[in-house]
């Protein structure tokens, strides 16, 4: 089996509040995957709808709420909309730059600010439990230095970082992404929340990373869950177009999936994880 389950977790839902609890099954890698294998194996598992976190894999199974449902921009046909464009004339003045987990992991000290800023401003509770973990140990610097160099993901995994930096070189975001066989996943990324109301960085950052796929000859960008509510947190996602969501009958253009049939594709997930667990 080239994805081993690791656990099966409960937590607080942090994209529907409401519906309290998510529940989700996490997936690590078999110890003698190489790098090859790794690619494959991470493309099988985000075309069948499965989410990259930090190392893991992770399956929601919420019995309670079917709304996450897996989504990815078509970024081989994605062309940017007036306001997108507006908002890459806007950050004209920022850099990108693509670094390897090793490469990125020498400004970790930059990352963790960031990341923090982020998780303050963005996701308050979270932050306030990372932050009680950290006291908790005898060293906490290192515990938030283990913390966000493992959301950048492994040497010996193809996961890349993608910082974003201002004209003094400051540190103004990140996208942790993996290279896939059909295109990339965006992770995760992370931004100065203070400058997020005039640069709209985290939707900066994927245009970027769309525009990054289509200069390598990448078909997809993968974000994770997509709430099909309209007032959902993950539902700006859906601005990126050509959008395409999930379903029990495979990957859709959104338009085309009617509204009632826009929910997470249990059936056609653990058909997916059937098949990976007989790569070699």
């Known amino acids: 089996m080239a994805l081993l389950l690791k656990q099966q977790n409960k937590t607080t839902c942090l994209i529907r509040e409401n519906t309290g609890i998510k529940t989700y099954n996490v997936y690590g890698w078999r110890d003698d995957v190489d790098i090859e294998q790794a690619k494959r194996i991470s493309t ?81 509770d979270e932050y306030k439990k990372i932050i009680e973990s950290a006291k908790k140990e005898n060293d906490p610097e290192t515990f938030l230095f283990r913390y966000v160099t493992h959301q950048m993901g492994r040497v010996d995994i193809p996961d890349y970082t993608i910082e974003v930096r201002d004209r003094d070189n400051k540190l103004l975001g990140a996208g942790i992404y993996s290279l896939l066989e059909d295109g990339m996943s965006l992770n995760t990324y992370y931004y100065d929340v203070s400058q997020s109301h005039e640069r709209s960085l985290g939707k900066f ?7 990054h796929a289509q200069k390598n000859g990448l078909s997809y960008i993968y974000l994770g869950p997509w ?25 859709k253009d959104v338009e085309s999936v009617p509204q009632q049939s826009r929910t997470r594709p249990d059936e056609y997930m653990n058909r997916a994880m059937h098949k990976i667990k007989f790569q070699p």
Request: net charge positive.
């Open 44 to 124: 099988l598992a985000h075309q069948g709808g499965l989410m990259k976190i930090s190392n893991f894999f992770v399956q929601y199974t919420c019995p309670q709420c079917d709304h996450c449902v897996p989504c990815r921009i078509d970024a081989a046909n994605f062309t940017p909309r007036r306001s997108q464009r507006r908002n890459i004339n806007t950050n004209n003045d920022l850099t990108l730059t693509v670094l390897s987990p090793l490469k990125a992991k020498e400004n970790i000290g930059e990352h963790i600010a960031i990341f923090l800023n982020f998780m303050k401003g963005r996701h308050p």
């Open 205 to 211: 950052i994927i245009l970027k990373s769309i525009e």
């Open 227 to 251: 709430d099909r509510s309209e007032d959902g947190r993950m539902h700006y996602k859906s601005e990126f177009n050509p959008f395409q969501i999930l379903t029990n009958k495979g990957w």
